[in-house]
Structures are given as C-alpha cells and as structure tokens.
C-alpha cells in the first residue's frame, strides 16, 4: 500500500527566504507525481507534474525534483513571498487509473 | 477556458439524509474522480469515472456512489448521512486515456457538506 508523507507538517519562514518542503513515498511505481497548493477553504491549485521518467519540473520560482529509487521529492520555492502562504500537499499515481495518494500536506506561513 | 465546477459549494444536510454533489468537468476531460477531504484522514479517494463508467474505487461504503454523464459530467451521491460525512468533497478532471495514462488533475472548488 503506497504512502506518501511530508515532513515538516509546518513550516513558517521571513519573507524572502527559499522554502525547501519534502514528500516521501513508499512504493516507487508510480507514474506521476503532482505537487499542489491549497488555500483555506479553497480547492486544489495544480503547481508541478513530474512524470516518472523526469527528474525535474519547473515552473517560475517553482522546482519540483524528483528521486524515483530514493522515493522522494523536493519542491523549492525561490524567495518566498507571503502570498506563497499555503498548504502545499504531493499527490503520486500509479499507471492504472487516476487514484491520487496524498501526503498530509506542509503548512507554510511566510512572515512580511 | 473554464475549469472543474463544483455545486453547491456549501450545504447543511441533517443524519439520514443523502445529499447529491455534481462536478463538470474541463472541456474535453473524460475522466472525473472524487476526493474526500477532512482533518483528521486528510485527503481519500472516493471514485473515478472514464466515459460513463466507473473505472476505481476507493474504501467508502456503499453509501457513496457516483455516475458520469455522455457530456462527461458527474454527480456523487451519499445516502443515509452520518456526521461522519462532514467534510469538504472535491472533484477533479483530467485527459487520462482508455488505457490508463493518468495525466494532470485539476480540481474544483469543493462541496463542503456539513452533517448535523
């Protein structure tokens, strides 16, 4: 059964500084790694697709890495803005089907 | 070009009653799944449906059940609430294949359903 984790569960950080938040998953047989962005009571806002085959993505002062054997995946956000203050959750999927398998998602405050 | 709309985007339901949510797809998305999202188990996958059919399943009870439309909609529907079911139902559409290519999701807004 796969499961994916990220650790710190919160982070808060001066505005400015790079934001470093980490995914790990267990079973490596996944097809596509996404990265997300939730805002209080909103939906969620796709930021980065990773395909298995990739190792990196990006997208603006976004980078998502991606260690397929290791199981893990980094995403970095460059000077960090407080408006990047969100719930950021990575979701991995296998190849059959489109059953997302989330992390419990970081909790970023980015202080002005 | 529109995005994944969900509706209600709120409503109160009391125990034992059901409740439909309905989610329309990005043009062109044939596969529609639900997720399930609360404090305290986070975010569950509920059902995906690819053209009409339901393609996986997640650990819900038969309570839970979902249909998709010829124009790719689709509605959830829970019978018999329970407080339990409280929580902030989100739809997602993305250009996943026949055979299974899953492709980038983009979600909705959500349906928050409050139990009382």
């Known amino acids: 059964k796969q499961e994916v984790t990220q650790i710190p569960a919160a982070l808060s950080v001066p505005e400015g500084e790079n934001l470093v938040l980490n995914c790990s998953f267990t079973?490596?047989?996944?097809?596509?790694l996404q990265w997300f962005r939730q805002d209080p009571g909103k939906g969620l806002t796709s930021l980065l697709l990773?395909?298995?085959?990739?190792r990196e993505q990006t997208s603006g002062r976004l980078n998502a890495s991606l260690d397929k054997s290791s199981g893990r995946s980094t995403l970095y956000i460059a000077a960090s803005q407080p408006g990047d203050s969100a719930t950021y959750l990575c979701?991995?999927?296998?190849?059959?089907?489109?059953?997302?398998?989330f992390g419990g998602g970081t909790r970023v405050l980015v202080k002005p | 070009k529109a995005g994944v709309t969900q509706t209600p985007r709120y409503l109160i339901k009391t125990r034992g009653q059901q409740v439909t949510l309905s989610c329309s797809p990005i043009?062109?998305?044939?596969?529609v799944s639900w997720y399930q999202q609360t404090p305290g188990q986070g975010l569950q996958f509920l059902f995906e449906?690819?053209?009409?059919?339901?393609?996986n399943k997640g650990n819900f009870p038969g309570r839970f059940s979902g249909r998709q439309f010829s124009n790719s909609r689709s509605e959830m529907n829970v019978s018999t609430l329970e407080l339990g079911d409280s929580a902030l139902y989100l739809c997602?559409?993305?250009?996943?294949?026949?055979?299974?290519?899953?492709?980038?999701?983009?979600f909705g807004e959500g349906s928050r359903l409050t139990v009382l």
């Open positions: 997602a559409s993305s250009l996943a294949t026949l055979t299974g290519f899953p492709g980038e999701l983009f």
């Open positions: 079973d490596s047989a996944i097809y596509n």
């Open positions: 990773i395909q298995s085959s990739q």
């Open positions: 979701a991995v999927i296998k190849a059959a089907g489109n059953k997302l398998t």
């Open positions: 043009s062109g998305h044939r596969s």
């Open positions: 449906y690819f053209s009409e059919t339901q393609r």
